[in-house]
């Protein structure tokens, strides 16, 4: 292999999440200004690509009540990236809005402004969004049903991105009727980056036609590598080449010098992120019934749960008729491992693969055969303590990175250059719904 495959980072400012530690000393705010320009600059430190911000318009319920299991707060992420573009200089800025809720036209222009200001470093993460709630804030209200949500984002993205082209753009469409003259110039980096999360067949096919960078849920290599061959696939589909679609798993670090040093802070941040009160409350997502009078340190309810009708965007965890299976399930593993609630639930919730622990340069080991093997282009890391979760990370993983040769030395430039990305101007078209994809004979 000529070149070495490189890999690059993003930090993913959660916001309302079950994961961000918030109680312990070492915290600061969800919401000041100051912990988001702290990780921003700390990210740009260490030459990330890209500061990432989620979106969640209404807090998570349960049973009626807000979710116990969430950190809430979460600012506009367009807001706060504006004022983050003002205090750095290299870093991406990433957005995620969803489509089922906003306008072609008004986000355009929105992201278009961030992506002047910040001259080439917007990018905007299509999500459709699967919280039922969500629908509730708006005049629409309601809520999409699965298909819908990924052929109206298509409409909406490709409306989006006709704007963005430049010209007089007169769309006609299932959901919009949009006559659109642009107000704004090109960026540098001509266009502002294209993400998407979302994994049903329907959401990856929509990856492949129409984005630049997947922020994906696929962690552990042979899943990654999994995912990254059916992606290739899609992309070829869809009249792409092969990894013309970048990959960046969503990811957890919990290093240190030592192997031992890690395992123990690994525990720690087990210990702090679940304790009594939130494996409770993650049980009753799938017990469908209140467990206040549970105690979370003895074993699983040895009482069914309650089988809910709702979905899982309602918060309900088990579907329909596998409830008492599952459950039942549960209880048996629980009790095979000898393990209560709150170590059961601390099992569960985080799945070990999302998670790198072990020291520096252990790490550093199993990321160089994440680049070997092309499983991915990076990671999207979720630091479970705001603003300083990604310290260690860019003073002593980076830099063993670099000496690996599979991370970058300097910014590129604009934040599609930083990703490696180049603009391919027939699948522009394409992607614009302008020029149909000629499927090659096989
Ligand atoms: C890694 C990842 C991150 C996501 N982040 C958000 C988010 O911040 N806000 C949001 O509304 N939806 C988010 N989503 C959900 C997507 O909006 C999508 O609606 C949901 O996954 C359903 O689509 P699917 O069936 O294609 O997966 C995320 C999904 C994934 C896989």
Same mark, same amino acid.
């Given at each position: 292999?000529?070149?070495?495959?490189? %890999?690059?980072?993003?930090?993913?400012?959660?916001?309302?999440?079950?994961?961000?530690?918030?109680?312990?000393?070492?915290?600061?705010?969800?919401?000041?200004?100051?912990?988001?320009?702290? %990780?921003?600059?700390?990210?740009?430190? &260490?030459?990330?690509?890209?500061?990432?911000? &989620?979106?969640?318009?209404?807090?998570?319920?349960?049973?009626?009540?807000?979710?116990?299991?969430?950190? /809430?707060?979460?600012?506009?992420?367009?807001?706060?990236?504006?004022?983050?573009?003002?205090?750095?200089?290299?870093? &991406?800025?990433?957005?995620?809005?969803? #489509?089922?809720?906003?306008?072609?036209?008004?986000?355009?222009?929105?992201?278009?402004? %961030?992506?002047?200001?910040?001259?080439?470093?917007? /990018?905007?993460?299509?999500?459709?969004?699967?919280?039922?709630?969500?629908?509730?804030?708006?005049?629409?209200?309601?809520?999409?049903?699965?298909?819908?949500?990924?052929?109206?984002?298509?409409?909406?993205?490709?409306?989006?991105?006709?704007?963005?082209?430049?010209?007089?753009?007169?769309?006609?469409?299932?959901?919009?009727?949009?006559?659109?003259?642009?107000?704004?110039?090109?960026?540098?980096?001509?266009?502002?980056? %294209?993400?998407?999360?979302?994994?049903?067949?329907? @959401?990856?096919?929509?990856?492949?036609?129409?984005?630049?960078?997947?922020?994906?849920?696929?962690?552990?290599?042979?899943?990654?590598?999994?995912?990254?061959?059916?992606?290739?696939?899609?992309?070829?589909?869809?009249?792409?080449?092969?990894?013309?679609?970048?990959?960046?798993?969503?990811?957890?670090?919990?290093?240190?010098? #030592?192997? +031992? /040093?890690?395992?123990?802070?690994?525990?720690?941040?087990?210990?702090?992120?679940?304790?009594?009160?939130?494996?409770?409350?993650?049980?009753?997502?799938?017990?469908?019934?209140?467990?206040?009078?549970?105690?979370?340190?003895?074993?699983?309810?040895?009482?069914?749960?309650?089988?809910?009708?709702?979905?899982?965007?309602?918060?309900?965890?088990?579907?329909?008729?596998?409830?008492?299976?599952?459950?039942?399930?549960?209880?048996?593993?629980?009790?095979?491992?000898?393990?209560?609630?709150?170590?059961?639930?601390?099992?569960?919730?985080?799945?070990?693969?999302? #998670?790198? #622990?072990?020291?520096?340069?252990?790490?550093?080991?199993?990321?160089?055969?994440?680049?070997?093997?092309?499983?991915?282009? &990076?990671?999207?890391?979720?630091?479970?303590?705001?603003?300083?979760?990604?310290?260690?990370?860019?003073?002593?993983?980076?830099?063993?990175?670099? +000496?690996?040769?599979?991370?970058?030395?300097?910014?590129? @430039?604009?934040?599609?250059?930083?990703?490696?990305?180049?603009?391919?101007?027939?699948? +522009?078209?394409?992607?614009?719904?302008?020029?149909?994809? +000629?499927?090659?004979?096989?």
């Amino acid at each position: 292999m000529s070149t070495q495959h490189q %890999l690059r980072f993003g930090v993913f400012f959660q916001g309302v999440n079950s994961s961000t530690i918030w109680r312990s000393e070492a915290s600061g705010s969800q919401t000041d200004f100051s912990s988001f320009r702290r %990780l921003a600059q700390t990210a740009e430190r &260490g030459l990330f690509s890209a500061f990432f911000l &989620g979106e969640g318009l209404r807090l998570r319920e349960h049973l009626g009540r807000i979710h116990e299991l969430d950190v /809430a707060g979460r600012p506009d992420a367009q807001t706060m990236l504006a004022a983050l573009a003002a205090v750095t200089s290299n870093i &991406g800025l990433v957005a995620t809005q969803n #489509t089922t809720y906003n306008d072609p036209a008004d986000l355009a222009r929105r992201l278009a402004s %961030l992506d002047l200001i910040s001259q080439g470093r917007a /990018a905007w993460n299509v999500v459709t969004t699967h919280n039922a709630w969500t629908g509730e804030n708006f005049r629409r209200g309601g809520y999409l049903e699965h298909s819908q949500r990924y052929t109206h984002a298509e409409e909406f993205v490709q409306t989006v991105r006709r704007i963005w082209a430049g010209g007089p753009v007169h769309h006609r469409g299932e959901h919009y009727t949009v006559d659109y003259t642009g107000t704004l110039p090109a960026s540098t980096q001509q266009r502002p980056v %294209l993400f998407q999360a979302g994994d049903s067949a329907e @959401g990856r096919d929509f990856a492949a036609r129409q984005t630049d960078v997947i922020f994906s849920a696929h962690v552990g290599l042979q899943d990654a590598l999994d995912f990254r061959q059916d992606i290739n696939q899609r992309s070829v589909n869809a009249g792409r080449s092969p990894y013309a679609v970048k990959i960046m798993p969503s990811a957890e670090f919990i290093i240190d010098q #030592t192997p +031992e /040093a890690a395992a123990e802070k690994h525990r720690w941040v087990r210990e702090q992120q679940i304790g009594p009160q939130q494996a409770l409350a993650y049980l009753e997502q799938f017990w469908g019934t209140r467990l206040e009078d549970v105690d979370p340190y003895g074993p699983l309810p040895d009482f069914d749960p309650v089988v809910q009708r709702s979905s899982v965007t309602r918060g309900s965890g088990f579907q329909g008729a596998k409830t008492l299976e599952l459950a039942a399930s549960w209880r048996a593993e629980a009790r095979a491992k000898g393990q209560n609630i709150i170590q059961f639930v601390r099992g569960r919730s985080h799945r070990p693969e999302h #998670t790198f #622990t072990g020291s520096y340069d252990q790490v550093a080991e199993r990321l160089a055969d994440y680049a070997r093997q092309r499983a991915v282009d &990076g990671f999207n890391i979720s630091p479970w303590l705001i603003p300083t979760g990604i310290d260690d990370i860019v003073n002593h993983l980076v830099p063993r990175l670099q +000496e690996r040769g599979i991370y970058p030395q300097s910014y590129a @430039g604009t934040l599609r250059e930083n990703l490696g990305l180049t603009i391919d101007h027939d699948h +522009e078209l394409h992607a614009q719904g302008l020029l149909p994809v +000629e499927q090659e004979a096989s």
